[in-house]
């Protein structure tokens, strides 16, 4: 089948923020099985933070993750499941475990200025056979110029294909449409791109970067995702379908999963909260919002103020801890 654009699934992984890092083996097959019916190519499964993410920093699952992984694979018949690896967090033995369940490609996610450090995992994946993904988050913090020369880095290190991040949902379309073309200039391998709606613009985005050259979009279903979520899949599926876009995709199918199999297990609807909201404005990380809410209610400070300062000192991710210092530190104030 001839897919135009090819879409991601990333709620059994990103979506994990949402759920606390609580999918349970049965709410992944449900899950996979409605996905791989509707016709979705890939499916990530991982901790919201990535291969090894159960942690008292990132959170502890409540199943471990390559039991949910090796359930993806065993349920799915045509869907490729993916895993997401955060160097410093992942490590070389969860890669290959992961590759021994069956898992298809590996995707490998680092700062936008720190490409550097994904090229043992890359080479890795490449010596696995793995189809592989060089994921560059915060791309909201770096020029154009910079994102070229850092998905060089990752190109040059394997990479088969090179994603531009938008991890706190805070760029605005033409931001999208600059870094894609520059991308598409300058490299020769597909490029991808992955948005949080913070500020309302995932599917605004997605399609600045589809029609700057982008061929593959996350999606996330239901818009499970940290922050407010992710380009929500049945939207953008349906949206690219109107503009005969082909994604491969059973709209009515896809909408069916979103309602019957995803809806009844959010915690709470995804939507635009004023926590998310300040997330796209500042320019932090989607899935501090999380941390930065539970830091609130301990330290009994706004959490919009503890993600404005988060902001201000250009965190980024892996430094959950920052938001317990800065939430003292403002209760002090």
Not at 38 to 47: C, D, K, L, R, S
Not at 163 to 189: F, H, M, N
Request: with cysteine; hydrophobic share 45%.
């Amino acid at each position: 089948m001839k897919r135009d654009v090819i879409i991601t699934e990333v709620a059994l992984r990103d979506g994990s923020h949402a759920m606390r890092h609580q999918f349970t083996e049965e709410q992944v097959r449900a899950a996979v099985t409605g996905l791989d019916e509707a016709n979705v190519p890939y499916i990530e499964v991982t901790h919201g933070d990535g291969l090894g993410g159960s942690t008292i920093q990132y959170g502890h699952s409540l199943t471990d993750e390559f039991k949910l992984i090796e359930a993806a694979v065993e349920t799915a018949k045509n869907a490729k499941i993916a895993v997401l690896s955060l160097p410093g967090i992942a490590t070389k033995p969860n890669i290959k475990r992961a590759a021994d369940l069956g898992v298809s490609m590996l995707r490998v996610a680092t700062h936008v200025t720190e490409a550097d450090v994904s090229l043992q995992h890359l080479n890795l994946g490449k010596e696995l056979g793995l189809e592989t993904v060089g994921f560059l988050m915060m791309s909201h913090m770096a020029e154009p110029s910079k994102i070229v020369e850092q998905a060089k880095i990752m190109v040059n290190g394997g990479a088969d294909v090179i994603y531009l991040v938008d991890s706190a949902g805070a760029l605005l379309p033409y931001q999208v449409t600059e870094r894609i073309k520059a991308l598409k200039q300058e490299i020769d391998v597909p490029v991808g791109f992955h948005a949080h709606n913070n500020l309302s613009l995932a599917v605004a985005n997605s399609l600045a970067a589809i029609e700057a050259g982008a061929e593959r979009i996350d999606g996330s279903i239901r818009c499970l995702g940290a922050g407010a979520g992710n380009t929500q899949t049945e939207v953008i599926a349906s949206v690219l379908d109107k503009m005969g876009i082909q994604t491969g995709i059973d709209i009515y199918k896809i909408m069916d999963v979103a309602e019957d199999v995803i809806a009844p297990i959010l915690p709470q609807p995804q939507e635009i909260t004023r926590g998310s909201l300040v997330l796209g404005y500042a320019g932090v990380y989607s899935s501090f919002l999380l941390h930065a809410n539970k830091a609130s209610e301990k330290f009994g400070v706004d959490a919009r103020d503890i993600l404005m300062e988060i902001g201000k000192r250009k965190a980024v991710g892996g430094q959950e801890d920052m938001i317990l210092e800065v939430a003292a530190e403002l209760q002090q104030q």
